[in-house]
């Protein structure tokens, strides 16, 4: 009987832990997916503007020799 009502005890236990780190958790996710989801916009937004200096991340034309 007391073995049965210390595993009752610990399982509610590890239910409350789960239910009270689960919000902070989801809060965390969503901040760390948006900084990322900015980041990549604002790279984005760098790459697509216009440089003094051709891309070199660009592959050169295979038709033309050098």
């Known amino acids: 009987m007391?073995?049965?009502?210390?595993?009752?005890?610990?399982?509610?236990?590890l239910a409350l832990a789960v239910a009270l780190a689960y919000l902070p958790m989801k809060l965390l996710a969503a901040v760390m997916a948006r900084n990322i989801r900015e980041f990549i916009q604002r790279q984005r937004d760098r790459?697509?503007?216009a440089r003094?200096?051709?891309?070199?991340?660009?592959?050169?034309?295979?038709?033309k020799s050098a």
């Open 47 to 49: 790459r697509a503007q």
């Open 2 to 13: 007391t073995s049965v009502v210390v595993i009752l005890i610990a399982v509610a236990a």
């Open 52 to 63: 003094e200096t051709p891309d070199r991340r660009k592959s050169p034309d295979p038709t």
